[in-house]
């Protein structure tokens, strides 16, 4: 669905709002060889945002672009827009961003466009980190984790690329429930970019295939 061009790395530009840990995990698993592709833009909607600071320490092209400095929101999601595109974005990682992007973007991205989600999805769609975990814990699952789907203009509801799964333990509290997601996040987020790296997602009849993807990988223990 999105290869790059050929011997070319994936071109990926990450949208982010806040503390920017899966953005670290991106930049890690590049870093450690496990992920083929280049972080060519992070953008952000928030100027104090920690993980503008992790993208900076990374050397890589940041951007703040701030709701308030746009006349409207369509001004902002273009000027976001515009930087992806201007960079030969290949694929867009939302990496906790926390705004509803304009469906320019879905069209201008179809297809390639996946958000992570810190909730086995369809369940607790919807709001940001972590109020999926905490309505998690409400409700009294006893399996929790997490989603990387694609993004389309039904929020939350795009397909399904991969998802982790962790137990939810009897003296869970949000904290500890949501850093025992987080940690699968990390881990799944960089193998999804790297399966769009190689070219092998698949969109066939409104599901995710990924070719030979065995699915005993996807749950941790503790
Ligand atoms: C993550 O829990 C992600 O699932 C959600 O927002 C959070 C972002 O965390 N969409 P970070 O900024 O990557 O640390």
Redesign the pocket.
């Known amino acids: 669905m999105s290869t790059p061009a050929q011997g070319a790395a994936l071109r990926v530009a990450v949208l ?8 670290q995990a991106l930049i890690d698993a590049i870093a450690d060889g496990q992920l083929a592709a280049d972080i060519v833009a992070v953008i952000c909607n928030h100027s104090d945002a920690p ?1 503008v600071e992790r993208a900076e320490a990374a050397g890589l092209a940041t951007y703040v672009a701030v709701r308030r400095d746009f006349a409207s929101r369509a001004a902002h999601d273009e000027a976001m827009l515009r930087i992806a595109q201007e960079h030969g974005a290949d694929l867009v990682v ?4 926390d705004r509803i992007l304009s469906p320019a973007w879905t069209q201008a991205f179809p297809n390639r466009m996946i ?4 909730s086995l999805l369809p369940a607790f769609a919807g709001g ?2 972590p109020k999926p975990q905490a309505d998690a814990l409400a409700a009294g699952v006893k399996i929790a984790g ?1 989603t990387v789907h694609i993004v389309t203009d039904d929020v939350d509801g795009g397909p399904i690329v991969a998802q982790a799964a962790v137990p939810v333990l009897p003296d869970d509290t949000v904290d500890t429930l ?1 850093n025992r ?2 940690a699968q ?1 990390h881990r799944l987020l960089p193998l999804v970019v790297q399966w769009f790296a190689e070219g092998c997602v698949r969109l066939e009849n409104g599901r995710i295939v990924v070719p030979g993807v065995v699915p005993a990988r996807w749950w941790s223990e503790v």
């Open positions: 982010i709002s806040g503390r920017g840990s899966n953005l993980g939302l990496a906790g961003f958000n992570v989600h810190p940001i980190n997490c949501a997601i987080l996040e």
